[in-house]
């Protein structure tokens, strides 16, 4: 029997399990916060391919930022964001235009490549305004009390931070100049400064049911502007989208696992909503998926294909994944609901590195796979990484034979570069297969037209000019050529051409 105190005390307790089972976006502000969010300028990290870069016509969308401003607007902070390659800003420019918006706080997101871009944005900021300066990312995390000390952010976020962001955003609220020590030291995944010493708060936990995160806040930013060349269809407007946050690969180069540790997937409901939110209220057409490993659950694929005909979603799509992640038949189904690109990280045509660097894959499968592709007129992609661990002047070679032998006809070659996050930085400041670390200033770590290694018989300077040689053994074949004539029209390929040359021939 349940007396009235008792079932007083069971509700409150059932409501006091709901309200802690809420994730902090769930609940209004009563004080909303004026924030501004930026991408810094990405353009720096491609130094001397910066023309290239341009003439792809291919701007990333910055969807983590936008997963940011997505949380921190449903709470009912008002929430602006700058992309500034697409805005048309630099590092300097930028600062008059957060100046004159007048927000409460700025926030930047930064990978390793562009943090010196960050950093200079931010020490602008500080010595200009007393605005509140955040800080995310992947340089951040893995780098915390480094980049901390490094730069003259108020605020910094490691890992997975959209439960962080807005919990700080409302502690702020209350008191944004002088918010609660006691308070602050309980947000997890935070770092501050306190009487000038830095603060690592515990490392938050992960989010369980990514489906509760809202959607990212795309209409914040000018979609028209996020232009791609695309299969079949010209230059066309294009946005990103992911189903999954992680990946379960373990390649020497790559510091996913240290924002995104596991596998967690959003449901087919979740999917479909999104996909019917771009398509329909956004008018997008186009859709890039993010994950970076796109096929790794194939069933739940299929599960999406079959969701999306019998929803009637009509739109193209590309995405990442692994060659022997993929089949015939899940490649038909696939291109059922317009698939038109695939891309594969290739990373080296030796087998040897092929083992060093974790990848898993034997080179059949990367010939099995983009037949596959050709067969059923999927358009390929490549990236291809030389610089890596054994890696001499005859493996570079013999890689990029392997990539023209491919039947692919578009790729992406990048200088090995030891992020941190990775476990290439710490193998390359062991000498681990000939390598030696040359510096360990974030400013130069660029995958184009720099080194910051040197392995074997090849010096920094060799890197270089054997990335502009492979650009032009792939691209300067007359099929590649004429094939992207074709595809993206004589006016497009000339300009194209002109910048690839000021880009691999200087």
């Known amino acids: 029997m349940i007396f009235p105190s008792d079932h007083e005390s069971i509700q409150d307790r059932r409501r006091q399990t709901a309200q802690e089972d809420m994730y902090p976006w769930e609940q209004k502000t009563t ?43 449903a709470t009912g902070h008002y929430v602006e964001v700058i992309d500034c390659d697409i805005d048309g800003f630099d590092a300097f420019s930028i600062v008059d235009e957060i100046i004159s918006r007048k927000p409460d706080i700025v926030g930047l997101t930064a990978t390793t490549p562009i943090i ?13 305004t007393n605005i509140i300066t955040w800080l995310g990312g992947y340089h951040i995390t893995a780098l915390p009390v480094q980049t901390m000390h490094q730069s003259m952010v108020d605020y910094g976020f490691y890992g997975e931070a959209e439960a962080t962001v807005v919990e700080l955003a409302n502690l702020l609220a209350v008191s944004i100049s002088d918010p609660d020590f006691e308070q602050l030291k ?35 930013l000018r979609n028209e502007k996020y232009i791609w060349s695309v299969p079949q269809k010209g230059f066309v407007p294009v946005t990103a989208i992911t189903t999954q946050r992680g990946c379960p690969f373990q390649c020497i180069f790559c510091g996913a696992q240290t924002m995104f540790p596991g596998m967690r997937y959003h449901s087919i409901a979740r999917i479909i909503d999104e996909l019917t939110y771009i398509t329909k209220n956004l008018g997008i057409k186009h859709l890039h998926f993010q994950d970076d490993t796109l096929t790794i659950n194939r069933e739940k694929i299929l ?88 890696e001499t002047k005859k493996t570079v070679r013999e890689t990029i034979e392997f990539a023209c032998e491919l039947e692919c006809y578009q790729a992406y070659i990048n200088i ?51 990335q502009k040689w492979a650009y032009r053994k792939f691209y300067l074949r007359p099929k590649i050529i004429w094939y992207n004539v074709r595809r993206a029209g004589l006016k497009a390929a000339v300009l194209n051409g002109v910048a690839f040359f000021q880009s691999v021939i200087r």
């Not at 710490?426 to 770590?445: H, N, P, S, V």
């Open 416 to 466: 090995a570069t030891p992020y941190p996050g990775s476990e290439l930085l710490e193998l390359a400041r062991q000498g681990f297969g000939g390598i030696k670390l040359l510096t360990e200033d974030w400013a130069e770590y660029r995958r184009y037209g720099n080194s910051v290694m040197e392995m074997n018989d090849l010096t920094a300077d060799d890197l270089v000019t054997l």
């Open 31 to 73: 004080v909303p916060l004026k924030i501004l969010l930026i991408n810094p300028p990405a353009t720096v990290a491609y130094g001397s391919f910066k023309a290239a870069a341009k003439a792809a016509a291919s701007p990333q969308m910055p969807l983590g930022i936008l997963y940011i401003a997505g949380v921190l607007r």
């Open 116 to 128: 010196s871009s960050a950093f200079e944005i931010i020490h602008q900021v500080k010595q200009k």
């Open 303 to 390: 599960e999406m294909v079959n969701a999306i005909k019998k929803n009637n979603i009509i739109f193209t799509w590309e995405g990442y994944t692994r060659a022997n992640a993929l089949d015939e038949e899940l490649l038909i189904e696939m291109k059922k609901i317009g698939l038109n690109r695939l891309s594969f990280g290739v990373e080296t045509g030796n087998e040897q590195i092929l083992k060093a660097i974790k990848k898993g894959i034997p080179k059949e499968a990367y010939h099995t796979a983009y037949k596959l592709c050709s067969k059923h007129d999927i358009e390929t992609r490549c990236s291809i990484i030389i610089g890596h661990p054994y």
């Open 186 to 220: 309980v947000i997890n995944g935070l770092l501050f400064r306190h009487q000038g010493e830095v603060i690592i708060n515990p490392k938050r936990a992960l989010i369980k049911d990514l489906d509760r995160i809202p959607f990212p806040a795309r209409d914040l």
